[in-house]
C-alpha cells in the first residue's frame, strides 16, 4: 500500500522560506504517468494546487504562485519536496503531499499525506 | 484559468436520503479532467470519482458521477452516516483548480 508522510518545519517567519519534504512508501517515486504533487488548503477553507512533479524532474505549477515555488525530486531517497519562498500569513495552511495521474485524459490525485500544518507567524 | 462552482453550498439531509451535489465549469471542461473528493474533518481528501463518473479503488456503488461540457454531478443514492463530510470537485485544463466544496451535513 502506497504511503506518503510529509515533513518540516511547522512554524516559518514572514519573509521566509517555507520548506517540506514528502517521503514516499511502499511503492516507487519512479512510476510511469504518475507525477508528484503538493495541494495546500488554509484553515477552514478550499484546496489550492500548488504544482507538480515528474521523476524526470518535469515539473509543472500553479500560475499563481510560480515566481515562489520550487518543486524537486530526489529518487533515490524515493522523496520530493516543496520550497516557497517569501512567504506570508496568507500561506498559513495544512500542507498535502499526493500522487497525481496526469497523462493524457486523466488528472487526479490518488494518493494523499496526511497533512502537515504550516503557520507563518514571527 | 478555469473556475469551478459548486452548489450548495451546504447540504442538509437525512441518513438514507439521496444527495446531490453540482459542480459547474466557468468554461467547458473535458470529461476526462474532471473528478471528485470527498473529506472528512482532519483528514485528507480522498478520491472518489475521476474521468466524470468513474468510481475510483473501494468506493461503494452509491457514489455515482456524470456530466459534460460545464456541468458535472456527484451523486450519492443514499446517505450512509461516514457519508457526511466535504465533497470536492477538481478539473485540469490548462491549470488544476478545485471547487470550493459542498458541505453534506445531518439534517
Known amino acids: 500500500q502506497l504511503q506518503l508522510q510529509e515533513s518540516g518545519p511547522g512554524l516559518v517567519k514572514p519573509s521566509e522560506t517555507l520548506s517540506l519534504t514528502c517521503t514516499v512508501s511502499?511503492?516507487?517515486?519512479?512510476?510511469?504517468?504518475?507525477?508528484w504533487g503538493w495541494i495546500r488548503q488554509p484553515p477552514g477553507k478550499g484546496l489550492e494546487w500548488i504544482g507538480s512533479?515528474?521523476?524526470?524532474?518535469?515539473?509543472y505549477y500553479n500560475r499563481s504562485l510560480t515566481s515562489r515555488v520550487t518543486i524537486s525530486i530526489d529518487t533515490s531517497k524515493n522523496q520530493f519536496s516543496l520550497k516557497l519562498s517569501s512567504v506570508t500569513a496568507a500561506d498559513t495552511a495544512v500542507y498535502y503531499c499526493?500522487?497525481?495521474?496526469?497523462?493524457?485524459?486523466?488528472?487526479?490525485?490518488?494518493?494523499w499525506g496526511q497533512g502537515t500544518l504550516v503557520t507563518v507567524s514571527s | 484559468e478555469i473556475v469551478l462552482t459548486q452548489s450548495p453550498g451546504t447540504l442538509s439531509l437525512s441518513p438514507g436520503e439521496r444527495a446531490t451535489l453540482s459542480c459547474r465549469a466557468s468554461?467547458?471542461?473535458?470529461?476526462?479532467?474532471l473528478a471528485w473528493y470527498q473529506q472528512k474533518p482532519g483528514q485528507a481528501p480522498r478520491l472518489l470519482i475521476y474521468?466524470?463518473?468513474s468510481r475510483a479503488t473501494g468506493i461503494p456503488d452509491r457514489f455515482s458521477g456524470s456530466g459534460s461540457g460545464i456541468d458535472f454531478t456527484l451523486t450519492i443514492s443514499r446517505l450512509e452516516p461516514e457519508d457526511f463530510a466535504v465533497y470536492y470537485c477538481?478539473?485540469?485544463?490548462?491549470?488544476?483548480?478545485f471547487g470550493g466544496g459542498t458541505k453534506v451535513e445531518i439534517k
Open positions: 512533479i515528474y521523476y524526470t524532474e518535469s515539473t
Open positions: 477538481q478539473q485540469y485544463g490548462s491549470s488544476l483548480t
Open positions: 468554461q467547458s471542461v473535458s470529461s476526462s479532467y
Open positions: 511502499g511503492g516507487s517515486i519512479i512510476s510511469s504517468g504518475y507525477y
Open positions: 499526493a500522487r497525481h495521474l496526469y497523462s493524457y485524459g486523466s488528472s487526479y490525485f490518488d494518493y
Open positions: 474521468g466524470a463518473s
